[in-house]
């Protein structure tokens, strides 16, 4: 027994790389039990210990932690990366959620309709440039510190650096119009917990493309 946090889920980022991005910025070694074939996925279900007979499941203080939200909150308050009060909790939260919204749309721009890949990416794009960017480049600017809640990092920076660097990944110069989010994400790329998880052959995993998305139909069965 490592002690480690075990990450129960397929070898792609779906619902579990913001997990991965969390422990890794905090610090904290994980092992990951990849799911392979929809065969791995029963035999987890039939263990017994899914809550929903749904993944991502996190193993961690003897706990089988289910449902992404839920799984965050508990790892960011563990390892004090929730806020010091109330108020800094719910504003992070808002912060999270507000990513959460953008990352959601990116995970699922893969599944798109066949012809409608521009429409799409074109609406993510105008989604980060027009609705949820200028909100942390605002909060960066009026916040006055390096992080966008309180004066330490906090799970609302790890979750805002994941998704830069997603949207980085559909349109390289997006930060052209943000010179805050570009002093940001230059700051945290400066975190060796974050260098490290950034190198090649950590555990962070590949942009979802169609081979991948293939697996996780074949795993899930939907
Ligand atoms: C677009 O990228 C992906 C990649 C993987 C998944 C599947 S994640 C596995 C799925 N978990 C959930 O839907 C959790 C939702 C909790 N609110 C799962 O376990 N599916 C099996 C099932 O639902 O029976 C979805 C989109």
Known sequence: MSGKPILHYFNGRGRMESVRWLLAAAGVEFEEKILKSAEDFENLVKGGNLMYQQVPMVEIDGLNLVQTRAILKYIAAKYNLYGKDLKEKALIDM?????RDLNEMIMYYPLCYPGEEEKNLNFILERATERFFPVYEKALKSHGKNYLVGNQMSWADIQLFEAILMVEELKS????????LQEFKARMSKLPSIQKFLQPGSQRKAKMDGKNLAEAKKIFKF
């Open 95 to 99: 912060y999270v959620e507000g990513m």
């Open 173 to 180: 110069d997006i930060l052209s119009a943000f010179p805050k």
